[in-house]
């Protein structure tokens, strides 16, 4: 018998009802982030890194929809499963971040340099260092409080347990029609969104990252309710979106570098520090001056649910 291939899963679209009441729609969307999860559990025990990456992405969005719904559920309803991701999350992201680094952002340096001998170094340390952070994921995976988090949400979301610290009034807004909180929520956040994107050039490092945040959480809520409005309208705005938040992503880019290389232990006066800083820099000035023109594309773009 042919052995069932192990391979990772990208997130499903999630299908809201036009009549689907905000409670539902709540359910439907941590439940689809919660079995996104659970489906890259076999890809990330098989050291697949596009299985971490799935894995983080599902738990970034559930984390995100948690956070979304706070007008309707309060934080301390779900606090116990955020702490459980949080946890997780503590061996998801440096996993993550040295599959970035090493398969994404380094290749162009190490093909630039092939023999620069502090650079070879650093490869085989980073190397060594990305296969520790990926068994200690492996480990966290059979560690009980995973397996825990998952039944948690799963019988947290079976049994509505938010409901039971719910005033009447918290009750009666979940169930009204999802699109009476979703159109304003979306609008709000595209405020927020092109209010400090219009600031750019004034904004800090940490104001940047902000930025970013707000943006990948704004493409989470429309990607959670996308099919309440029209398609063609959401791809083109999800694309211009994307963009702005890649064009943002080369700065935190900058900043999970330099906390890696302390990791390694490379000092600033090491020439290979020296080179792979100053690579990343010159990726931050094209991005930097591109970053204007994408966010005026972003700003022309169509509002799906303003129509």
């Given at each position: 018998?042919?052995p069932?291939t192990i391979a990772?899963?990208?997130a499903?679209?999630v299908?809201l009802?036009?009549?689907a009441t905000?409670e539902?729609?709540f359910a439907a969307?941590i439940?689809a982030?919660l079995r ?12 697949q890194?596009?299985?971490v990456?799935?894995m983080r992405?599902?738990?970034r969005?559930?984390r995100s929809?948690?956070k979304?719904?706070?007008p309707l ?20 992201g440096?996993?993550?971040?040295w599959d970035?680094?090493?398969d994404?952002g ?7 340099f ?13 190397e060594?260092?990305?296969?520790h ?7 966290a ?16 979301l079976?049994?509505r347990?938010?409901?039971?610290g ?16 979703a ?5 709000n956040?595209?405020r927020?969104?092109?209010q400090?994107?219009?600031q750019f050039?004034?904004?800090s490092?940490e104001e940047r990252h902000?930025l ?5 959480e704004?493409r989470y809520?429309?990607?959670f309710?996308a099919?309440l409005?029209p398609?063609p309208?959401?791809k083109?705005?999800?694309s211009?979106?994307a963009?702005l938040?890649d064009c943002?992503?080369?700065?935190n880019d ?5 906390r890696?290389l302390?990791?390694?232990r490379?000092?600033?006066v090491s020439?290979?520090?020296q080179v792979?800083?100053?690579?990343y820099?010159c990726?931050?000035d094209v991005h ?13 773009c169509e509002?799906?649910w303003?129509?």
């Open positions: 018998m042919t069932k990772f899963v990208k499903s679209p299908a009802p036009s009549g905000s539902e729609a969307i439940g982030c996104h999860a659970e489906a890259n559990q076999p890809a990330v025990l098989d050291g890194i596009e299985g990456h799935q992405v599902a738990f969005r559930l929809g948690l979304l719904f706070r559920i309060p934080r301390e309803a779900g606090a116990e499963s955020v702490e459980g991701i949080r946890w997780l999350n503590g061996f998801l440096p996993a993550r971040d970035v680094f090493l994404e380094m290749p162009p340096v190490f093909a630039h092939p023999r620069k001998r502090g650079l070879l170094l650093f490869r085989a340390k980073a060594a260092l990305r296969q952070h990926r068994s200690s994921l492996r480990e995976m059979h560690d009980p409080r995973y397996r825990q988090l998952i039944q948690g949400l799963a019988a947290w079976e049994q347990a938010w409901r039971s719910l005033s009447d009034e918290q009750r009666e807004r979940l169930a009204q029609p999802v699109l009476d909180f159109t304003p929520l979306l609008g956040n595209h927020r969104v092109t400090r994107a219009d050039t004034e904004l490092t902000a970013r945040i707000r943006i990948k704004l809520a429309l990607d309710f099919s409005y398609t309208a959401v083109t705005y999800l211009a979106l963009r938040q943002l992503g080369i700065m900058i900043v999970v570098a330099r890696l302390d990791e390694a490379l000092t600033t020439a290979a520090r792979i800083e100053g690579w820099g990726r931050l930097e001056r591109q970053f204007a023109e994408v966010r005026q594309r972003f700003t022309e509002r799906p303003k129509n």
